[in-house]
């Protein structure tokens, strides 16, 4: 298939398979953004002092916050079971829900110790709700290493969300995704504009604004790491919109006239809402791209972003993409893209990372999207690199941030032309 410009598509390239080692942070890294988003909500880990320690340094800042997330530590007598560790939990969640009358919403999130002591954690949600509901509402959700990657832990909390929604006939918008409040606010703007009123966000940012959902609600994801989320939600009866990703000007533009479009608004105004931030977009990004065009980048499989972005740097960049690598590839979500995306790059799923090392170090391209611990390697074998996790934490969805996104794969692009410049002999050595 080709795009309406008549450039052939990745849709029909051959999907490298591959399935060994991998090298991703685990679910529980969306508690970062989650706990900003949900802002009534307490992610309690039940894990390890290692997983406690991932959450601190991830999530940085937020130690000197009220904080919204905490571990329950499992200690080794846990692991042996010579404790009875639902008890311990129990007494956990007594005591912070004492001290914090806020919570109106608690995850109990598993990870690799919990799972491995089979600590059945969807039955502590239910006895917990009872005891402690209608205040609170306790759900539970895995975030461990060995079931998820990095944003698979915000699909898993908002499949975990789905079923907790109130019915609902009435036709709506259902934006999925947590998106950052500014750039929820400039869509639910730009539909407002479009004479669109009935839209909300899912997750909501408080309990009490939940949306319902039921057979005339219309899904328009926003993230595109949301499969399981994506089925809860129409096994509820809602209706999913394919289509391309926020991402860049001419994304953004068709995202938003699906949602329009399925919603029945009138065309000319839809036109009218986006012309004016869609040239602004456009020409902001044009100016970035000046560092981009033909600069060739190999994506490693870390947040599912990677073909919704790489279509956007390759048709509105100017970028080669080399290779794209996704850890899952979920054609009913990121068809759109694949389709936009222009064809040549090798398109890859799951991971070897020895092999795919072995193709990123042939390949050499100008930028290669990696995790924190690729990055400092390649780097240190002259490639420039982009961290996959920064993505996931800027805001970059939508036209105002459309520049912002360019500009990101921009910055290691030029800090290296710079350091080239000032010590010719360090580069590549
Ligand atoms: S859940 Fe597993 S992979 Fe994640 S920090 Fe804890 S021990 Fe590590």
Known sequence: MSGADGIAGCDATP???????????????????LHRKMQDAFFLVVGSRTCAHLLQSAAGVMIFAEPRFGTAIME???????????????????RLLARRPDIKQLFLVGSCPSEVIKLDLSRAAERLTERHGPQVRVLNYSGSGIETTFTQG???????????MEATDAEQLLIVGSLPDIVEDQFLRLFGQMGIENVHSFPARRREDMPAIG???????AQPFLGDTLAALQKRGARHLPAPFPFGADGTAQ????GAEAMGADETRVAEAIAAPRARARAAVAKVAETLRHRRIFFFPDSQLEIPLARFLARECGMSPVEVGTPFLHRG?????????????????????????????AARADLTVCGLGLANPLEAEGLSTKWAIELVFSPIHGF???????????RPLRRRAMIERMHPARVGA
């Open 15 to 33: 999907v490298l398979k591959e399935r060994g080692q991998r090298e991703v942070f685990c679910g529980l890294t969306g508690i970062v953004w």
């Open 76 to 94: 080794e007598k846990d692991l042996a079971g010579l404790a009875d560790a639902n008890e311990e939990l129990d007494r956990e969640v007594d």
């Open 154 to 164: 915000e699909d898993a909390c908002l499949a975990a969300l789905a079923p907790e």
């Open 215 to 221: 057979p005339n609600t219309r899904l328009l994801l």
């Open 255 to 258: 995202w938003l006239e699906t």
């Open 333 to 361: 979500i990121v068809g759109p893209d694949l389709s936009l995306l222009p064809e040549g790059p090798v398109i890859s799923e799951g991971q070897d990372v020895d092999l795919q090392l072995d193709r990123a170090r």
């Open 400 to 410: 105002e941030q459309a520049a912002d996104l360019a500009e990101l794969f921009a």
